[in-house]
């Protein structure tokens, strides 16, 4: 009988069903975008009016790749500084993954409703989970650090400056999605531009690490 091999990786179950839970939510983005089947195409230039009725979908939907993709690089380097998991931290990334499932939902209802006069709900909502989403980081970093999860010190300095990301976070999108009721374009084209921020600034970390 061969010896069973030790596991390198005692997370990678977790980081595995993680991943596996990221492609899913970014798959399911793309569900909604389509040309409405009661749409009368008989030219090229109308299939070319009905897909530019759909871009606010697109726009969405760009959005909400950037979100998920950013959140999941962050996570994906985030389990790089553990050497374990708990209980506690275990639940906490399953509330930051209830966030990730449910954003092809407020992103469907931004790509119909955001340039109507009614877009405030779907803004407010699209906010709101990202404000949770800040909540679910600020729990993991406090689970990871109270269950002594990180590798070294210099880990639990990086688990620590995730956490204050967290809050940041939470304060910035919580206002976004109180302002949204009222001015809910300008909120929504905010939104866009702090993920764009996001996304340089990790481009940038990274480049600056390698």
């Given at each position: 009988m061969l010896p069973k091999m030790a596991e390198t990786n005692i997370n990678s179950r977790f980081e595995a069903?993680?991943?596996?839970?990221?492609?899913?939510?970014?798959?399911?983005l793309i569900i909604d975008i389509k040309i409405p089947r009661t749409a009368e195409i008989n030219s090229a230039l109308d299939l070319w009016r009905e897909i530019y009725h759909i871009t606010p979908?697109?726009?969405?939907?760009?959005?909400?790749?950037?979100?998920?993709?950013?959140?999941?690089?962050n996570h994906h380097n985030g389990s790089k500084l553990l050497?374990?998991?708990?209980?506690?931290?275990?639940?906490?990334?399953?509330?930051?993954?209830?966030?990730?499932?449910?954003?092809p939902f407020p992103t469907s209802l931004l790509g119909e409703y955001i340039l109507t006069d009614y877009a405030a709900p779907a803004v407010i909502l699209y906010d709101s989970v990202l404000a949770m989403q800040a909540i679910a980081w600020i729990l993991i970093s406090k689970a990871a650090l109270k269950n002594h999860l990180g590798k070294n010190e210099n880990a639990n300095i990086e688990i620590r400056k995730n956490g204050m990301f967290g809050y940041f976070a939470f304060v910035l999108y919580a206002a976004c999605s109180i302002l949204a009721a009222w001015f809910p374009l300008v909120v929504?084209?905010?939104?866009?531009?702090?993920?764009?921020?996001?996304?340089?600034?990790?481009?940038?970390?990274?480049?600056?690490?390698?």
């Open positions: 069903f993680c991943d596996g839970v990221f492609a899913i939510a970014i798959t399911l979908s697109i726009f969405s939907f760009l959005l909400s790749f950037a979100v998920i993709l950013i959140t999941w690089v050497r374990k998991t708990s209980s506690s931290f275990l639940y906490a990334n399953g509330f930051l993954l209830l966030t990730v499932v449910f954003i929504a084209l905010f939104t866009t531009l702090t993920w764009v921020f996001w996304l340089i600034l990790g481009i940038k970390v990274k480049e600056g690490e390698g």
